[in-house]
């Protein structure tokens, strides 16, 4: 494959897309000499099918506020790539959507999806809709509005949406009942539903599980441990909220988490009713952390600073695209930070992970590090499909020794480098890329 042509082609195809063209050409960089050195994927112009999603939906969302006044959103859904499997991937809610977003976060999911072992293609959607400051009405009206579009495209063996930013129980809840109701069906065709109606055990610590899981095979690999370590995390939303719990378990110390208003610091550590009142904050959904330092003593909040400024030996992003970069980086760097675990999608800039790489800071990309979010997903399809619900035991046994394992595992195989550093962002994006794009060639010319 020709890099530089397949840039400029990207840049050209893609004008005001700035975040599709940084997930895609971290890609291509980073699958180059792999590709090259299969003239079979060149053959079948596999590069060049995967840069241009299979399908994008975008509708009209039109909904009646609580002051009986006319609103108007933007509805998508982007259907990426079907090789493996179902289109799968959550649904953002967010008012800075655009379709730009959700080509960038479908291009990522299909990788991301390849990795869990588990047979889904990748998708995203969402809405320029911002629930913050909406009323449980309105958001079930906007919800309601918006599925009764968006069901014509999706299915249990089709395209299963589930959460992400600004979706989570009560959007899945609003969303399924219209479903039903325009269906007459009670099918797996989204994930992240509640426990009593066809949900799985661990959803929704699955993301922070998984990252922690996957925190500890990079630990081993350094022949290093998680005890008594230092964690920084950004957010404080539903995967901050999981992976503090697990770091809690397994003895690791959160100092600091973070919202859009600033940071606290605590360091006492995050644990117990503290972790739980992440969650509490969360429901208020309104979009500040500063409370926080209110309700307990021992934590003080830091006002409009980034919470990378705080020493700490790992560090895991948990919030949105980019909110790390190259500054960021170098002082967390300079500060002695080992790990860097990408916990949101695409948490760091580009410029930022050159950083971490040049300095061996053992780095893991979102694609591999957050997969357990939408792998117990899969492992909910499952579920669904079978007519049974498993244990929690059993739904964590899989995540960590089989999913989390195996990604990790891939992750070394493919990005190992001749000094010994993995280059975890490269292991990801090959071994994501390999099953997909067989698939692809055994599968003909279809799409
Ligand atoms: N939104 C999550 C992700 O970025 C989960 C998707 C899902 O469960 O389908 O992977």
Redesign the pocket.
């Known amino acids: 494959m020709d890099i530089k042509k397949l840039v400029a082609e990207l840049e050209a195809k893609n004008p005001g897309q700035p975040l599709y063209i940084q997930a895609a050409k971290e890609v291509l960089e980073t699958i180059a000499d792999f590709v090259n050195k299969n003239p079979k994927y060149d053959k079948y112009a596999i590069v060049e099918r995967l840069l241009e999603p299979e399908r994008i939906v975008k509708f009209k969302v039109t909904w009646v506020d609580d002051k009986g006044k006319i609103q108007i959103n933007r509805g998508y859904r982007v259907q990426h790539n079907m090789a493996i499997g179902p289109y799968?991937?959550?649904?953002?809610f967010h008012p800075a959507v655009t379709e730009d977003t959700l080509k960038f976060?479908a291009f990522?999911?299909t990788f991301?999806?390849s990795l869990t072992t588990l047979p889904?293609g990748g998708g995203?959607g969402g809405s320029d809709f911002d629930p913050q400051g909406k009323s449980d009405a309105e958001v079930m009206r906007f919800c309601q509005s918006f599925m009764t579009e968006l069901q014509k495209y999706i299915g249990p063996e089709t395209d299963?949406?589930?959460?992400?930013?600004g979706v989570g129980g009560r959007e899945i809840g609003f969303m399924y009942g219209q479903y039903k109701r325009l269906r007459g069906q009670h099918v797996g065709v989204l994930?992240?539903k509640g426990m009593e109606w066809g949900g799985s055990q661990i959803?929704p610590e699955a993301?922070g599980y998984g990252a922690v899981y996957f925190l500890e095979g990079m630990l081993k690999e350094n022949k290093d441990k998680i005890k008594g370590k230092r964690v920084v995390l950004s957010g404080y939303g539903n995967v901050a909220w999981g992976a503090a719990l697990k770091l809690e378990e397994l003895g690791a110390k959160v100092v600091a988490i973070s919202g859009p208003d600033g940071y606290i610091v605590d360091e006492d550590g995050i644990t117990g009713k503290k972790i739980e009142y992440m969650d509490e904050l969360l429901q208020t959904r309104n979009n500040v952390v500063e409370p926080f330092a209110k309700k307990f003593k021992s934590a003080t909040f830091v006002k409009g600073k980034k919470v990378w400024e705080v020493k700490c030996d790992i560090a895991m992003p948990c919030a949105i695209q980019n909110e790390l970069d190259a500054k960021d980086a170098k002082l967390l760097i300079k500060n002695g930070c080992k790990y860097v675990v990408e916990t949101s999608?695409m948490g760091c800039t580009a410029e930022a992970v050159a950083e971490l790489q040049k300095a061996k800071v053992a780095f893991a990309p979102?694609k591999a590090a957050?997969?357990g979010?939408?792998a117990?997903?899969?492992l909910e399809m499952s579920q669904n499909s079978q007519k049974l619900q498993w244990t929690r035991e059993e739904v964590d046994d899989y995540l960590k020794n089989r999913i989390m394992a195996s990604i990790h595992a891939n992750c070394v195989k493919y990005g190992k480098e001749t000094d010994g550093y993995i280059n975890y962002v490269k292991g990801a994006n090959i071994a994501g890329f390999i099953k997909v794009a067989d698939a692809m060639i055994a599968q003909g010319i279809a799409y």
Do not use: F, H, W
């Open positions: 799968k991937g959550g649904l953002r976060l990522e999911q991301k999806n889904m995203k299963v949406p589930a959460g992400d930013i994930t992240g959803r993301t999608n979102g957050n997969a979010g939408v117990v997903s899969g």
